[in-house]
């Protein structure tokens, strides 16, 4: 059937594409360089002669600065990976151990030569980063599912009550008590900001609530598979709204790899039985809504101290605060109270109970609000492409358990298109990464 063809020829097409990078980069690397400069010249030594070069290094000087501030190292630091550096130690690997010349025991710790035992680290150093990597791991696996159970939660709050503008303010809001607890109690720090910090921030949570409400309104008008797929053309706005408005351009190979997502988009658009014009300007909305506050983020807010105790949860609360201020009026201009109760009424009338409705608003709102923060706090702490295989990673989940969920019926073409524009966003994440 369509529906089996479509879920083997997505999962086939994504995995092809996931495996090609290393899915566990998610893990905090090791900190194999953890020894103080002093402690390699010996090893550098040993492998500068092993290179036959004159020049051995030796312990850089050290500037003297102010009491209470960090020593400066001059260009001859040990600690620079520089293009000399890189011949001595690919000279020492090829005639030996490094270690093994100085009369050493072999270690595993040094990336340039394995067998030295000087950049080893101590056992509290590899239980910080065992936890490190756990840590990470249950962030991550946590978006991942508070994500998918949202997304099928929000699908059902507006199969029951399609008054998407109501739901995504009430999902704003519903941080709001969650947060007061939290930061009346104790439990978190309450971050203190000025009027001016808040004011450079409302551009910010204003365009949050935008993403949220679009993704929201495309979600009611047609398939949550379809929205991911033109969520996931972010990048292409990214792209163009960084050259227009900031005159930032970038590498062709950059620009290259958004061929695919518009491709894919184009296709997955195509062959979509549920494909409705609103859904898809909502869900582009949405898109273009999100790559507007990551620019604006990281043009306007990046480097300026806004406040204490912002902490990314704290950030995302107050971001969600001012997002529910800015969207609050306009929701009831478009969707009156008069509408929301016509709209309550008629989900009475189908069979809902006035308690099954506000259990179904209430579940959403809360995984709303907690899938949200949780992607902060573990984005907050990956390099940029394990941001971009962590996101397509997400999409793929999602996509395929709101199939599974709701029966979603889509064709090879929609599914081949879907997977081609996944692969195409995770293909410019690397490309970025890369030509930066």
């Known amino acids: 059937t369509n529906r089996m063809l479509y879920a083997r020829s997505l999962v086939a097409a994504l995995c092809l594409a996931g495996v090609s990078v290393d899915a566990w980069q998610i893990a905090v690397k090791p900190q194999l360089n953890r020894v103080a400069p002093r402690a390699a010249v010996p090893l550098l030594q040993a492998a500068a002669a092993a290179g036959g070069d004159e020049e051995v290094p030796t312990w850089p000087e050290v500037l003297e600065v102010e009491a209470g501030t960090a020593p400066i190292l001059t260009s001859r630091s040990m600690l620079d990976t520089t293009e000399k550096f890189d011949k001595i130690a690919a000279a020492a690997a090829s005639s030996g151990s490094a270690a093994a010349a100085l009369g050493r025991e072999p270690g595993t710790c040094d990336p340039y030569d394995p067998k030295s035992s000087d950049f080893c680290m101590d056992d509290t150093e590899k239980e910080d980063t065992m936890q490190q990597k756990l840590r990470l791991t249950a962030l991550i696996l946590g978006w991942y599912v508070l994500n998918t159970m949202y997304n099928i939660g929000n699908k059902l709050v507006l199969t029951a009550f399609p008054m998407p503008w109501t739901a995504a303010t009430w999902e704003l809001f519903f941080g709001f008590p969650y947060v007061f607890i939290l930061w009346t109690s104790g439990l978190r720090k309450t971050p203190k900001l000025s009027w001016k910090s808040i004011k450079l921030l409302a551009p910010s ?14 979600f009611g008008l047609g398939a949550i598979s379809f929205t991911h797929v033109l969520k996931a053309t972010e990048p292409v706005w990214s792209a163009l709204i960084s050259a227009i408005v900031f005159r930032d351009f970038l590498p062709l190979p950059v620009y290259l790899s958004l061929v695919p997502i518009i491709a894919g988009v184009s296709l997955a658009s195509l062959k979509e039985l549920s494909f409705s014009w609103m859904s898809f300007i909502a869900g582009t909305a949405s898109a273009v809504t999100s790559a ?18 912002l902490t990314p949860a704290n950030m995302f609360a107050i971001l969600s605060i001012i997002g529910f201020c800015a969207i609050f009026p306009v929701t009831l201009l478009i969707e009156p109270p008069k509408a929301a109760m016509a709209a309550w009424s008629a989900a009475l009338a189908k069979g809902y109970t ?25 984005l907050a702490e990956v390099a940029p492409v394990t941001h971009a295989v962590t996101n397509t990673v997400k999409r793929v989940v999602i996509i395929l358990a709101s199939i599974l969920v709701f029966k979603t019926s889509i064709t090879p073409l929609g599914a081949l298109g879907s997977a081609i524009t996944i692969s195409g966003a995770l293909l410019y994440g690397l490309a970025k990464n890369k030509y930066k």
């Open 205 to 218: 949570g204003i365009l949050l609530a935008g993403t949220h409400v679009g993704g929201v309104i495309s």
């Open 292 to 309: 507007a506050k990551a620019i604006l983020s990281k043009k306007v807010l990046d480097g300026k101290p806004l406040g204490e105790n």
């Open 354 to 378: 006035n308690a099954q409705l506000i259990k179904l608003l209430s579940v959403s709102g809360f995984l709303y609000y907690i899938y949200n923060e949780v992607a902060f706090l573990a």
